[in-house]
DNA sequence: GACAATGCATAGGAGGTCTAGGTATGGATT
DNA sequence: AATCCATACCTAGACCTCCTATGCATTGTC
């Protein structure tokens, strides 16, 4: 199949809202939380590990900061983030518009990239 | 989070194609390609554990036929099988609205039911 | 002082997909 | 007859991601 080639959709997700501007997990959880009309709860065991994957292969860069006296770890997308946001993307809507596909629930605006 | 619903795009694109009539493993993948534009190419390590979990779970029934010398297993949905498709149909639509709705790459027919 | 919210982090388990291999038949090609 | 491809099923083991549960620390509220 393909979960794979889709990655997690928590990256995903996470690639695009630090895309909007740099930002540090526990908001970056809020802000997903209100996007997805309360859909999606990212837990501390799926945000984080998936911040330090992200980190690692260089499509995020953190730093630490200060901020009312807590330690707060931004994270800023990079170049590569980008170019791999706008990868997965197109690869979510092919997966989507597939799915819908074979379930018969494809609609006109959904299938192509 | 919700990776169980992408987890299961598998389960649900078989439940989907059982519900139109009995099918067994190597032609399902066939027409699961076939219905996705040759997108998903359902593997075997996929594909016939899922089948088995399926029947465990009683969301499928099988029997063994034999057609052209060759032993193919048969699936059919069971009607428990049919109520878990239009529930894991409903989740996926609300899923996949959500993940656009983070995106911002939401259409005006997918975020509901 | 207790509790909730903010803020980060990890360990361990559960669950799913893939690669790679195995078994077997039938038909076509060489 | 030997080989190859399509059909048709199955499983083991590696790999990855998500979740539960837990830990630590600070700020503000009751």
New binding site residues.
């Given amino acids: ?4 080639t889709l ?5 995903m997700m996470i690639l695009d809202v630090a895309a909007r501007g740099p930002t ?4 970056l959880a809020r802000t997903v939380a209100e996007r997805s009309e309360g859909y999606f709860e ?5 945000l ?6 992200l980190e690692r292969r260089k499509l995020l860069k953190a730093h630490w900061r200060d ?7 931004y994270y800023e997308i990079t170049q590569a983030g980008r170019a791999e946001l706008a990868s997965r993307k197109s690869t979510w809507l092919k997966f989507a518009g597939a799915v819908n596909g074979v379930l018969g629930t494809r609609r006109t605006g959904l299938s192509g990239a």
């Fill in positions: 199949m393909d979960s794979q990655g997690s959709a928590v990256e540090y997990g526990y908001e990212l837990k501390e065991g799926s984080y590990p998936a911040l330090h994957r901020a009312d006296g807590r330690r707060r770890k």
